[in-house]
């Protein structure tokens, strides 16, 4: 049973336009929840998160957000730009401190 | 540069061998996660240490063990190695707090070819 659920393999936008990663999830333990981006040939990096008690977090260009009712996430970046080409990982948090990722999401912006 | 090391970068073993992929945390942190990433697919959670005590097992082959030593680096050991067992493995660390909050910080990863 996969917790995390990215249904999105890929996503192809163009630059300077809205990207809209989605993530859903099943656990209602669940109580944070993080993106993360991965380069190929790298390590995932951090790049946002929030807490189960907010439903939206902004930094720059990049915002979260958190419906808890329908236990989905979003992840907006806007403009997007052909650098944030990647693959993009949901991840979410037991109080446990067990971290349970999603498929990823590859997302494509092109000039 | 995420202060996560993790050796060797590349590894190309035949079937049957068995090998040790060793990650050294981020200063200060004490938790260790293994991840496996095979081609196209997601990052499988595999093993997690926190100060050297075992805190939670995912999908981790019994062929496969994990250990942390005092100075909180660990190894990940694979044993009787199959062709699918070539895959990225990542180790990531955390200053794990309370309250879920565990931003776990990536190393390069170990690419891992069983031919």
């Known amino acids: 049973d996969q917790q995390v659920k990215q249904n999105s393999p890929s996503l192809s936008v163009q630059e300077g336009r809205i990207s809209i990663l989605n993530c859903d999830y099943t656990?209602?333990?669940?109580?944070?929840f993080l993106w993360y981006k991965k380069y190929p040939a790298e390590g995932p990096t951090f790049l946002i998160s929030i807490s189960s008690i907010k439903d939206k977090n902004e930094d720059g260009r990049f915002t979260v957000f958190l419906n808890k009712s329908a236990k989905h996430l979003s992840l907006h970046i806007v403009p997007s730009q052909p650098g944030d080409s990647a693959v993009y990982f949901c991840?979410?948090?037991?109080?446990?401190?067990?971290?349970?990722f999603g498929d990823g999401t590859t997302l494509t912006v092109k000039p | 540069d995420s202060g996560v090391t993790q050796t060797p970068k590349h590894l190309i073993t035949a079937t049957g061998q068995r090998v040790t992929l060793r990650c050294s945390p981020r200063s200060g942190d004490l938790s260790v996660y293994w991840y496996q990433q095979s081609l196209d697919q997601g990052l499988q959670f595999l093993i997690h240490y926190y100060n050297g005590e075992e805190r939670a097992k995912g999908n981790i082959l019994e062929r496969f063990s994990a250990q942390q030593f005092p100075d909180l680096h660990s190894e990940l050991n694979l044993s009787s190695l199959e062709l699918g067992d070539s895959a990225l493995y990542f180790c990531?660390?955390?200053?794990?707090?309370?309250?879920?909050?565990?931003?776990?910080?990536f190393g390069p990863g170990t690419r891992l070819t069983v031919l």
């Open positions: 656990n209602s333990m669940f109580d944070y």
């Open positions: 991840a979410a948090n037991t109080n446990a401190g067990k971290s349970t």
């Open positions: 990531a660390s955390s200053g794990w707090t309370s309250g879920g909050v565990n931003t776990q910080y």
